[in-house]
């Protein structure tokens, strides 16, 4: 699987929208953009996929860059319950691959 | 989605012993994976779990200190074998259909604590 780079962590405000920001240059045809995220003491959950277009679900929105060499995950309004690891995984196998993800903090 | 719960969700063992933890799915999946979560650290793949035949490791992990099974589409065990304390660690169960676009769940884990 190909490699990602994310920034090690961010912080918002409660209520203001995130940019989370993953670059993947070597990015092959067949791979997919997922997102995961992993809340404290938890196992991590699907937040979003895409492989070409933007994406939009209840939990936030993929934006894909046209040459697919980055992505930024929008979460629209954070809440404290926001505040998780985020990790952004190439796939293009049956295999999730975590990297080191992005500590987000969220803010009263 | 699916339902998975693991056992035990945390036991303190002593060096040189093994443990076996269950994943149990609440539907049928045809993809099982087990992954370590070594303290302040992100997700590593140990294996994938194979219904009917051996596992596939990942690099790094080895059948006889990492035994599974799969003995259908809805159970696994892993067993982390002769123990010792670099082997504390979160153990995860994740489940999914087979597919680089298909969603992939995952289990609450096992803290593990080996003295």
């Known amino acids: 699987d190909a490699k990602t780079t994310q920034p090690n962590s961010m912080e918002s405000n409660e209520e203001e929208p995130v940019h989370l920001p993953c670059n993947h240059s070597t990015i092959s045809g067949t791979d997919y953009i997922h997102w995961y995220r992993q809340l404290p003491s938890q196992g991590p959950e699907y937040v979003i996929h895409g492989l070409t277009s933007n994406v939009n679900n209840r939990m936030a929105s993929l934006a894909i860059a046209e040459d697919r060499k980055s992505s930024t995950l929008i979460l629209h309004r954070a809440t404290l319950r926001d505040a998780a690891v985020y990790y952004c995984?190439?796939?293009?196998?049956?295999?999730?691959?975590f990297g080191t993800g992005t500590r987000l903090q969220v803010f009263p | 989605s699916a339902v998975i719960s693991q056992k035990p969700s945390r036991d303190i063992c002593q060096r040189g012993t093994s443990l076996t933890i269950q994943c149990q799915v609440d539907s049928q999946v045809t993809m099982m994976f087990w992954y370590r979560q070594q303290p302040g650290q992100s997700l590593t793949l140990i294996a994938t779990?194979?219904?009917?035949?051996?596992?596939?490791?990942e690099s790094g992990f080895v059948i006889d200190k990492f035994p599974i099974s799969r003995p259908n589409l809805t159970f696994s065990t892993l067993t982390v074998s002769n123990m010792s304390p670099e082997d504390s660690s979160i153990y995860l169960c994740s489940v999914g259909n087979s597919g680089p676009y298909n969603e992939q769940f995952f289990g609450p884990g096992t803290r593990l604590t080996v003295l």
């Open positions: 995984i190439l796939r293009s196998t049956d295999k999730l691959i």
């Open positions: 779990a194979n219904q009917g035949s051996e596992a596939t490791y």
